[in-house]
């Protein structure tokens, strides 16, 4: 099952890990796709492909964004 809390990085920290279900994975979506980009454009840069492993993340929708972004 997959929840999804919306709200700014305030928000976020204002949460106790008693108000989540568990296992979760909170992820700043800013800093998430800005790290993609900047990974993609890296690669691109020096000419190598990206080959990053799910095992990392365990996040099909982090993998899916990966791909989106040339992994």
Known sequence: ???KVKGDI???R???TSDLMTPAL???LERLENNLKSMAERAEY???DL???IKT???IEIG???LEYGA
Request: hydrophobic share 35%.
């Open 57 to 59: 993340h365990e996040c």
């Open 1 to 3: 099952m997959l929840n």
């Open 14 to 16: 204002k949460l106790q």
């Open 51 to 53: 080959c990053p492993h």
């Open 26 to 28: 909170l992820i700043d």
């Open 46 to 48: 020096n000419g190598v």
């Open 64 to 66: 899916m964004r990966q």
């Open 10 to 12: 305030h928000t976020m």
